[in-house]
């Protein structure tokens, strides 16, 4: 399948993950329209300080427009034209199984893989994780801890046959380098395990990480 993936676990952290997007778009920021969907981080309670900081940098980078939409909150005719109308889809952080509900339920996951033919898709956290095959979601669980909003998520999109395990050695989820290795023996797939400071980049089925920090494959 034919799609450009920028899948991040801190977002665009650092120059190396920055020129990965540029790069993948083919032109510069100034010149490009994104779309910031912060669907995932509706059921996420307490501060959203991470959310903020992941719109401001986009605003920082300069892209010509940064929309956001909550595809939960508006109807299909409503967020769809708006998501046509850019050049980057940006999915933010939050709770992976309420995302994925989401995107079913508002029919963009039906659409997506059309969306992508000449769109860059960029997940951060939660927005990573939805692109694979399988959740695995009471693994995840394990990890982070977090609740199955959705109980018929637990089929991805299917873009890519690995998940994507996000922040590792991160002090706000200690339990996901704790665990990782206990975990990654319980799921069949590949998985990439990633620190803030790294990514997982897919282009035409290619995958490659691009790192400033931490990663490591298992299976």
């Known amino acids: 399948m034919d799609m450009k993936l920028l899948l991040t676990s801190g977002g665009l952290e650092n120059k190396t993950i920055i020129d990965t997007l540029r790069d993948l778009v083919g032109k510069d920021f100034k010149d ?9 981080a509706n059921v996420e309670s307490g501060d959203k300080w ?5 719109l401001s940098k986009c605003k920082e980078l300069g892209f010509k427009e940064v929309d956001i939409v909550d595809i939960a909150a508006v109807s299909r005719d409503i967020w769809e ?7 980057v889809l940006m999915f933010g952080g939050g709770n992976t199984s309420y995302l ?10 039906e659409i997506m893989s059309d969306l992508l033919k000449t769109r860059v ?3 951060i956290s939660a927005g990573s994780m939805v692109v694979s ?28 046959d690995f998940l994507v395990v996000p ?9 996901a380098s704790e665990l990782i290795d206990e ?30 920090g931490k990663w490591k494959r298992f299976n």
Not at 50 to 54: A, F, K, R, T, V
Not at 100 to 109: C, D, E, I, N, T
Not at 168 to 174: C, V
Not at 184 to 190: F, G, L, N, Q, T
């Open 81 to 87: 034209p708006r998501l046509r109308n850019a050049e």
């Open 167 to 175: 922040h590792m050695n991160s002090p706000h989820f200690p339990r």
């Open 133 to 160: 095959s399988h959740l695995k979601e009471k693994e995840m669980q394990r990890l982070y801890e977090e609740p199955i909003i959705d109980d018929e998520a637990n089929e991805g999109l299917g873009f890519v």
């Open 50 to 54: 991470w959310l903020i900081s992941d």
């Open 183 to 212: 975990v990654a023996k319980d799921i069949d797939s590949p998985l990439y395990a990633i620190d803030d400071q790294s990514a997982v980049k897919v282009v035409d089925e290619k995958t490659e990480i691009v790192s400033e």
């Open 32 to 40: 490009t329209k994104m779309v910031f969907i912060p669907t995932a």
């Open 121 to 123: 898709y960029v997940g």
């Open 100 to 109: 994925m509900g989401q995107m079913k339920k508002s029919g963009l996951a």
